[in-house]
């Protein structure tokens, strides 16, 4: 069992004249934001505005990147090469790293967004090259992938940081992998359930899969998705239990 974990969300994915998600009422209960990158979902303003409120409330900063696929939210998953993916990620996470700097901060995380998130999970190639990306732009960043992933695992091999990352609002199949959006039992829709399911990863390393058997999991950091309907209710659920059992909610190499 951990005594502290990282709480997570993904912010930053209003753009133009749409907003989406509750980001400046979440950030109050997490310790990082994974800001999306104009790609999937985010623009320059939003950036800049997200980055600003989350170095005011002393959130840690993550880059987002994500497919480029705005009407799909990133969530199509698409044909593209390995030096493709690492060109779309370089261009990404340097726009995040450029507004962090300009707001006196600093960039400390990337998390694949969507469907390269999923793809980079079980394919070698794709979670390398992002992998090699994050490592050349910063080796120092810490890299957030699906607990026992390709991507975790790709992270490790080129030297990075790795943060193992579990979901609050979504199930697991028996392999540790997610179960497709396109399935109705993708989401976990009951608060109260979420939080048993999250406790139970940080105290027991342990989840429960479709099928009803149970997976080992590690829990560094545990994601909200903060353009759920339910994001704010699971965030302060989840912030208070944690700290109810004992579980102090701290960034990842803080």
């Known amino acids: 069992m951990t005594n502290h974990v990282d709480l997570n969300s993904d912010l930053g994915e209003s753009f133009g ?29 939003i950036i800049q505005h997200t980055v600003k409120k989350a170095t005011e409330k002393n959130i840690s900063l993550g880059a987002h990147p994500g497919l480029q696929d705005l009407i799909g939210f990133g969530r199509r998953p698409m044909e593209i090469d390995p030096e493709e993916v690492y060109n779309l990620i370089v261009y990404q996470v340097g726009a995040i790293d450029t507004f962090a700097k300009i707001n006196g901060n600093r960039l400390n995380h990337v998390k694949p967004h969507g469907a390269l998130y999923n793809m980079a999970a079980k394919n070698k190639e794709i979670s390398q090259a992002i992998a090699e ?4 732009i910063n080796p120092n960043l810490i890299l957030f992938g699906l607990a026992g992933s390709e991507l975790a695992q790709m992270g490790k091999q ?14 697991y199949q028996e392999d540790g ?3 497709s959006r396109t ?7 009951d608060a109260d359930e979420a939080v048993y399911r999250v406790i139970r990863m940080v105290e027991e390393g342990k989840v429960e899969a479709v099928d009803g058997s149970d997976i080992a999991i590690q829990a560094d950091t545990i994601c909200i998705h903060g353009d759920e309907p339910k994001s704010l209710e699971f965030a302060k659920k989840l912030h208070n239990a944690l700290i109810t059992k004992g579980i102090s909610i701290e960034k990842v190499g803080k």
């Open 17 to 45: 004249a749409y907003t989406i998600g509750q980001d400046e009422l979440v950030m109050n209960y997490i310790s990082s934001a994974n800001i999306a990158c104009g790609y999937h979902a985010g623009d320059h303003n």
């Open 133 to 136: 990306a994050v490592f050349n």
């Open 158 to 171: 080129a030297g990075l940081t790795v943060a193992e990352e579990v979901f609050a609002d979504r199930t």
């Open 177 to 179: 992998s997610l179960t």
């Open 183 to 189: 399935l109705k039992n993708a989401m976990v829709e």
